[in-house]
C-alpha cells in the first residue's frame, strides 16, 4: 500500500498515467476474474451457527460475535435426538426419536418438506453437492431425495443387506460398508437418476461394527474389533493393524486423512490414525473415562468426556495438547462450524465457543424471551405465475434479472398489484375412510376460500413416491395411500397441505398433519330396528321391520378436466453438467397424453419454460448454475386450473479450468467492462508519450 501511495503521489501527468493504467488492469482483472470475486462474495459464510436443543425439540440459531441467540424453530416434540445439516440456503433436521425428518428454508424459516425415516440409529441424513442422501441401514438402501420437498429422486440404491456405516466425503462420493466387509464408492448421476458405482473392495476384518470417517477425497475404514484400519480414495496406500479393541466405536464425523481420531468409551481408549501409523491413547488416565465423538480443529484433537463435564484436547502424538475446556453439562457434542469450534450441551441454557486460536469464551444458547417460531405456520402471500400466454402468443421464457456484481439471477418483479389475495385454506382435518393390504385411503376436508375455484391438495410421508396430490372443486378430496414396502400405514406420519386456486393463480397452502395407526378397516352398517305392537283381542304380536332412510348425497360440480397432479411423465433429463440446455424425456401416461389442454416443460426454480404437445416425448429446457426443479405443467382447456407432474432436478455445475470457471454464467455481461479497460490502457500510453514530448521539448 505504501508503494501504491509513493507512485500515485509523484506528480503531474505521470501519476495521471499510472492511474489510467492501474484503473484499466483493474476493469480488465473485474472482466475477467468478476465472476471468481462475485461467487466468493455470495458463498461468503452467514457467520451463523444452528445448534440442537434436544430437551425442547427445538434448533437455535446462535450469533458467534455476540454471543447470544438469533432464532429458535420448533422442530419436534420434547426429547428428541436432533441432527443438523446445513447446505445451499437449507436446514434438514433428523429426528432420531421419530424418525422425522424437516428440511426449513432459511430464506423464510418455513418447512418446505418432511419425511419420515425408521426412528433409532440406523438412520442417517447425508448433504453433499446440492444432494440429501436418506440412509437406512438395517435395510441396506440409499435414496436421493429432493432437497426442497424431500420426496425420492430417481432410484434408489440397495445392498441386498445391513451396511455398518455409510458416509459422503467433500467431493460428493458415497461410501459404504456392509455387514460382509465390502467397501463401495457410489457417485450420484444426475443425467441417469441413479447411483453409478465407482470401486467396490473386500476388507478382511471389517463388519458390523465398522465405521468410517470421510475426509476431503476419500475414507479412513476402522474395524476396530479386528485391528483393521484401511484408507482408500485418499492417494495414500495406508493398511494397518492394531490391537483389538471391543465395544462401540464413535469416529469422528469428519477430518484430514493425515490425522482421524475414533473413541472406544468401553476401553477408556481414543485411536488416532496419524499419517497412516496407529496410536491408541489411554485418555482414562486423562480424567476421561468414557470418551464421547471426537473432532479435529487446529490439527488438534478434541474430545468430549461423557459423565465428566469437559473436553480434554491431544495433539498429533497422543499427548495433552492444551488445557481441559469445561462445559455446562455431561451430554457433551461438538459442532465445527465456520472456522470455530462449537461445545454444545443440548438443554444447557449456555456453551463454549473454541476461537481460531484456541481461545474460548460462553455463548448463550437458550434466552427464555425470544419467542419460538413455527416452520409450519402460513407463508406470507406469494407471488402468483404470469397467466397463460395465448395460444398464438410467442412464448418469451423470463430470463429475469441479473445483480452485475454478483452474478445471481433474481425472477422478474411483479407490481404488487398482481399479488394474490386468495388466503390458506384452515380447519384442515384429515379421517381415514378405507384400509387394505395395499393401500390407505384417506379424506381430507378443509373450510372454503372465497375467490377460489379449486384446490390443489398434497399428502407426504415415508410411503412409497413420498407424495400423492388430488384437485378437487368441493371442501373435500380423497388421497390414496400405497402401504406396500413401508410401514407407513401402520405408524406413519401424514403431512397434508391444502392451497386455493383463483384459475390463473394458488394462495399459500394451509397445512396440517395426521398420525396413522394400524388396524383392519371398520365398516359400520346401521341394523335395522324391529319394533312389536300388541293388539287386543284377539291377543296377535304383529312384527314391523322399518328400514333406514337412505343416505342423502350432495353432488358437487366435477372438477376442471386436468390429468392427474404429481404423476410420473419426466424419465430422465440429458446432458452434461455443464451444459445450460439439457434435453427432457418423457413417457406421459394416457390421461396426460390425451390431455385437451395446452402442455409446457418449466424450469420452476428459474421461470423457463418451454411449450410441447402434451404427448411429446422430448423437449429442451433451458437451466442456470445449481439445482434446477424441472416440471410438465398441464392448463386446462377453459383457463380454470393447472396441475405439475412430478418433478425432476438437474443441477449445472461450472466447468473448471485449472481452478478457474472455464463458463461465463449467462446475463453477466463482461466485454463492455474489458473494452474500457483497454481504452483506458490506450489513454495511459497517450499521457505517457505526450508528457516524454514536453521533457524533450
Same mark, same amino acid.
Given at each position: 500500500?505504501?508503494?501504491?501511495?509513493?507512485?500515485?503521489?509523484?506528480?503531474?501527468?505521470?501519476?495521471?498515467?499510472?492511474?489510467?493504467?492501474?484503473?484499466?488492469?483493474?476493469?480488465?482483472?473485474?472482466?475477467?476474474?468478476?465472476?471468481?470475486?462475485?461467487?466468493?462474495?455470495?458463498?461468503?459464510?452467514?457467520?451463523?451457527?444452528?445448534?440442537?436443543?434436544?430437551?425442547?425439540?427445538?434448533?437455535?440459531?446462535?450469533?458467534?460475535?455476540?454471543?447470544?441467540?438469533?432464532?429458535?424453530?420448533?422442530?419436534?416434540?420434547?426429547?428428541?435426538?436432533l441432527e443438523i445439516a446445513q447446505e445451499d440456503g437449507r436446514l434438514i433436521v433428523l429426528d432420531r426419536r421419530s424418525g422425522q425428518i424437516t428440511v426449513i428454508d432459511l430464506s423464510t424459516l418455513l418447512a418446505s418438506g418432511r419425511r419420515q425415516a425408521p426412528p433409532g440409529p440406523g438412520s442417517k441424513v447425508l448433504v453433499a453437492g446440492g444432494h440429501v442422501f436418506v440412509v437406512d441401514r438395517a435395510a441396506g438402501t440409499v435414496h436421493t431425495a429432493d432437497p426442497v420437498t424431500l420426496a425420492d429422486v430417481g432410484t434408489a440404491w440397495q445392498a441386498g443387506q445391513?451396511?455398518?456405516?455409510?458416509?459422503?466425503?467433500?467431493?460428493?462420493?458415497?461410501?459404504?460398508?456392509?455387514?460382509?466387509?465390502?467397501?463401495?464408492?457410489?457417485?450420484?448421476?444426475?443425467?441417469?437418476?441413479?447411483?453409478?458405482?465407482?470401486?467396490?473392495?473386500?476388507?478382511?476384518?471389517?463388519?458390523?461394527?465398522?465405521?468410517?470417517?470421510?475426509?476431503?477425497?476419500?475414507?479412513?475404514?476402522?474395524?476396530?474389533?479386528?485391528?483393521?484400519?484401511?484408507?482408500?480414495?485418499?492417494?495414500?496406500?495406508?493398511?494397518?493393524?492394531?490391537?483389538?479393541?471391543?465395544?462401540?466405536?464413535?469416529?469422528?464425523?469428519?477430518?484430514?486423512?493425515?490425522?482421524?481420531?475414533?473413541?472406544?468409551?468401553?476401553?477408556?481408549?481414543?485411536?488416532?490414525?496419524?499419517?497412516?501409523?496407529?496410536?491408541?491413547?489411554?485418555?482414562?488416565?486423562?480424567?476421561?473415562?468414557?470418551?464421547?465423538?471426537?473432532?479435529?480443529?487446529?490439527?488438534?484433537?478434541?474430545?468430549?468426556?461423557?459423565?465428566?463435564?469437559?473436553?480434554?484436547?491431544?495433539?498429533?502424538?497422543?499427548?495433552?495438547?492444551?488445557?481441559?475446556?469445561?462445559?455446562?453439562?455431561?451430554?457433551?457434542?461438538?459442532?465445527?462450524?465456520?472456522?470455530?469450534?462449537?461445545?454444545?450441551?443440548?438443554?444447557?441454557?449456555?456453551?463454549?465457543?473454541?476461537?481460531?486460536?484456541?481461545?474460548?469464551?460462553?455463548?448463550?444458547?437458550?434466552?427464555?424471551?425470544?419467542?419460538?417460531?413455527?416452520?409450519?405456520?402460513?407463508?406470507?402471500?406469494?407471488?402468483?405465475?404470469?397467466?397463460?400466454?395465448?395460444?398464438?402468443?410467442?412464448?418469451?421464457?423470463?430470463?429475469?434479472?441479473?445483480?452485475?456484481?454478483?452474478?445471481?439471477?433474481?425472477?422478474?418483479?411483479?407490481?404488487?398489484?398482481?399479488?394474490?389475495?386468495?388466503?390458506?385454506?384452515?380447519?384442515?382435518?384429515?379421517?381415514?375412510?378405507?384400509?387394505?393390504?395395499?393401500?390407505?385411503?384417506?379424506?381430507?376436508?378443509?373450510?372454503?376460500?372465497?375467490?377460489?375455484?379449486?384446490?390443489?391438495?398434497?399428502?407426504?410421508?415415508?410411503?412409497?413416491?413420498?407424495?400423492?396430490?388430488?384437485?378437487?372443486?368441493?371442501?373435500?378430496?380423497?388421497?390414496?395411500?400405497?402401504?406396500?414396502?413401508?410401514?407407513?400405514?401402520?405408524?406413519?406420519?401424514?403431512?397434508?397441505?391444502?392451497?386455493?386456486?383463483?384459475?390463473?393463480? #394458488?394462495? &399459500?397452502?394451509?397445512?396440517?398433519?395426521? =398420525?396413522? !395407526?394400524?388396524? @383392519?378397516?371398520? $365398516? +359400520? /352398517?346401521? *341394523? %335395522?330396528?324391529?319394533?312389536?305392537?300388541?293388539? #287386543?283381542? &284377539?291377543?296377535?304380536?304383529?312384527?314391523? =321391520?322399518? !328400514?333406514?332412510? @337412505?343416505?342423502? $348425497? +350432495? /353432488?358437487? *360440480? %366435477?372438477?376442471?378436466?386436468?390429468?392427474?397432479?404429481?404423476?410420473?411423465?419426466?424419465?430422465?433429463?440429458?446432458?452434461?453438467?455443464?451444459?445450460?440446455?439439457? $434435453?427432457?424425456?418423457?413417457? %406421459?401416461?394416457?390421461?396426460?397424453?390425451?390431455?385437451?389442454?395446452?402442455?409446457?416443460?418449466?424450469?420452476?426454480?428459474?421461470?423457463?419454460?418451454?411449450?410441447?404437445?402434451?404427448?411429446?416425448?422430448?423437449?429442451?429446457?433451458?437451466?442456470?448454475?445449481?439445482?434446477?426443479?424441472?416440471?410438465?405443467?398441464?392448463?386446462?382447456?377453459?383457463?380454470?386450473?393447472?396441475?405439475?407432474?412430478?418433478?425432476?432436478?438437474?443441477?449445472?455445475?461450472?466447468?473448471?479450468?485449472?481452478?478457474?470457471?472455464?463458463?461465463?454464467?449467462?446475463?453477466?455481461?463482461?466485454?463492455?467492462?474489458?473494452?474500457?479497460?483497454?481504452?483506458?490502457?490506450?489513454?495511459?500510453?497517450?499521457?505517457?508519450?505526450?508528457?516524454?514530448?514536453?521533457?524533450?521539448?
Amino acid at each position: 500500500m505504501r508503494l501504491l501511495r509513493r507512485l500515485v503521489g509523484s506528480g503531474g501527468r505521470e501519476s495521471a498515467s499510472f492511474g489510467a493504467a492501474l484503473l484499466g488492469v483493474l476493469l480488465l482483472a473485474g472482466a475477467a476474474f468478476g465472476h471468481g470475486i462475485s461467487r466468493t462474495s455470495v458463498e461468503v459464510s452467514d457467520g451463523l451457527t444452528w445448534l440442537g436443543d434436544d430437551q425442547r425439540g427445538e434448533v437455535v440459531q446462535v450469533n458467534p460475535a455476540s454471543g447470544k441467540p438469533q432464532t429458535r424453530l420448533q422442530i419436534s416434540g420434547a426429547d428428541a435426538q436432533l441432527e443438523i445439516a446445513q447446505e445451499d440456503g437449507r436446514l434438514i433436521v433428523l429426528d432420531r426419536r421419530s424418525g422425522q425428518i424437516t428440511v426449513i428454508d432459511l430464506s423464510t424459516l418455513l418447512a418446505s418438506g418432511r419425511r419420515q425415516a425408521p426412528p433409532g440409529p440406523g438412520s442417517k441424513v447425508l448433504v453433499a453437492g446440492g444432494h440429501v442422501f436418506v440412509v437406512d441401514r438395517a435395510a441396506g438402501t440409499v435414496h436421493t431425495a429432493d432437497p426442497v420437498t424431500l420426496a425420492d429422486v430417481g432410484t434408489a440404491w440397495q445392498a441386498g443387506q445391513p451396511l455398518a456405516d455409510v458416509v459422503v466425503d467433500e467431493r460428493g462420493v458415497l461410501w459404504l460398508v456392509d455387514h460382509g466387509g465390502t467397501l463401495r464408492a457410489l457417485e450420484w448421476s444426475d443425467d441417469e437418476e441413479r447411483f453409478v458405482e465407482r470401486s467396490h473392495r473386500s476388507i478382511s476384518g471389517a463388519g458390523p461394527r465398522t465405521v468410517l470417517v470421510p475426509h476431503d477425497t476419500g475414507v479412513t475404514l476402522m474395524g476396530l474389533d479386528a485391528g483393521v484400519v484401511v484408507q482408500d480414495g485418499t492417494g495414500s496406500a495406508v493398511s494397518a493393524t492394531t490391537v483389538s479393541l471391543t465395544g462401540e466405536v464413535i469416529a469422528a464425523q469428519t477430518s484430514p486423512d493425515s490425522l482421524v481420531p475414533a473413541s472406544v468409551p468401553d476401553a477408556s481408549t481414543v485411536v488416532l490414525v496419524v499419517d497412516g501409523q496407529v496410536i491408541r491413547v489411554d485418555v482414562g488416565a486423562l480424567g476421561c473415562p468414557k470418551p464421547g465423538r471426537p473432532a479435529v480443529f487446529r490439527d488438534k484433537v478434541y474430545v468430549p468426556c461423557r459423565g465428566s463435564g469437559k473436553v480434554i484436547i491431544l495433539d498429533r502424538s497422543g499427548k495433552r495438547g492444551g488445557d481441559d475446556v469445561a462445559a455446562p453439562g455431561d451430554d457433551i457434542q461438538l459442532v465445527f462450524d465456520d472456522g470455530r469450534l462449537f461445545v454444545n450441551v443440548p438443554g444447557s441454557s449456555t456453551g463454549v465457543l473454541v476461537d481460531a486460536d484456541g481461545s474460548t469464551r460462553s455463548v448463550t444458547i437458550r434466552s427464555p424471551e425470544l419467542q419460538v417460531t413455527n416452520p409450519d405456520r402460513s407463508p406470507l402471500p406469494s407471488v402468483p405465475p404470469p397467466p397463460p400466454p395465448q395460444p398464438n402468443e410467442p412464448i418469451k421464457p423470463p430470463r429475469g434479472n441479473t445483480d452485475s456484481s454478483s452474478g445471481v439471477v433474481t425472477p422478474p418483479s411483479v407490481p404488487s398489484s398482481s399479488v394474490s389475495a386468495l388466503a390458506a385454506p384452515t380447519g384442515i382435518s384429515v379421517r381415514e375412510k378405507s384400509r387394505n393390504a395395499s393401500t390407505l385411503t384417506v379424506t381430507v376436508s378443509w373450510t372454503a376460500v372465497a375467490g377460489s375455484v379449486g384446490y390443489v391438495v398434497t399428502g407426504s410421508g415415508s410411503f412409497t413416491g413420498g407424495s400423492k396430490s388430488a384437485q378437487s372443486a368441493s371442501t373435500s378430496a380423497d388421497l390414496a395411500l400405497p402401504c406396500g414396502g413401508t410401514t407407513f400405514c401402520t405408524n406413519g406420519r401424514l403431512d397434508v397441505s391444502v392451497a386455493a386456486s383463483s384459475g390463473s393463480s #394458488t394462495g &399459500p397452502a394451509g397445512t396440517a398433519s395426521w =398420525t396413522v !395407526t394400524g388396524g @383392519p378397516p371398520v $365398516t +359400520t /352398517t346401521p *341394523p %335395522p330396528v324391529t319394533t312389536t305392537t300388541t293388539t #287386543t283381542p &284377539p291377543i296377535v304380536p304383529t312384527t314391523t =321391520t322399518t !328400514t333406514p332412510p @337412505p343416505v342423502t $348425497t +350432495t /353432488t358437487t *360440480p %366435477p372438477p376442471p378436466s386436468l390429468p392427474p397432479a404429481g404423476a410420473t411423465v419426466i424419465t430422465g433429463i440429458v446432458g452434461t453438467q455443464t451444459s445450460y440446455q439439457r $434435453t427432457v424425456n418423457m413417457a %406421459p401416461p394416457p390421461a396426460w397424453a390425451s390431455h385437451n389442454g395446452r402442455c409446457e416443460v418449466v424450469n420452476t426454480t428459474y421461470g423457463y419454460s418451454t411449450p410441447i404437445a402434451c404427448n411429446a416425448t422430448s423437449a429442451r429446457i433451458d437451466l442456470d448454475i445449481g439445482i434446477n426443479r424441472i416440471v410438465v405443467r398441464a392448463y386446462a382447456a377453459s383457463g380454470s386450473g393447472q396441475v405439475d407432474s412430478a418433478s425432476r432436478s438437474a443441477t449445472v455445475r461450472e466447468d473448471t479450468c485449472g481452478g478457474k470457471p472455464c463458463q461465463i454464467p449467462r446475463s453477466i455481461e463482461t466485454a463492455p467492462m474489458g473494452v474500457g479497460g483497454l481504452g483506458l490502457l490506450a489513454c495511459a500510453y497517450l499521457l505517457r508519450i505526450g508528457r516524454r514530448r514536453e521533457e524533450e521539448e
